[in-house]
């Protein structure tokens, strides 16, 4: 019997919370003008409990600085691989 392969599956995605890049975008444009010094990304990340929601605030971050140096907005350096990055308004 083949059951499984004409059963329909249910399936159930979950709502998450997630940083969207627009916000990153905004809260480090922000935050960025308030810098005096190089600053460490994770001080750009909002407070918060959650997990998840700090990964993607994390990530969000991380390509709006990106995003942000491209533009020349701001600077980044990192002084060793692995070492945290670094954002300081250009």
């Known amino acids: 019997m083949v059951k499984a392969r004409t059963a329909p599956a249910m399936h159930v995605v979950h709502t998450r919370s997630v940083m969207t890049l627009d ?27 959650d997990p998840v929601f700090r990964r993607s605030a994390l990530a969000s971050s991380f390509v709006a600085a990106l995003e942000l140096a491209r533009r020349g907005r701001l600077d980044i350096r990192q002084d060793e691989p692995f070492a945290a990055l670094e954002l300081r308004a250009a």
């Open 23 to 49: 916000d990153a975008i905004e809260r480090v444009s922000r935050m960025i003008g308030m810098a005096i010094d190089w600053m460490e990304i994770g001080n750009f990340l909002p407070d918060s409990d």
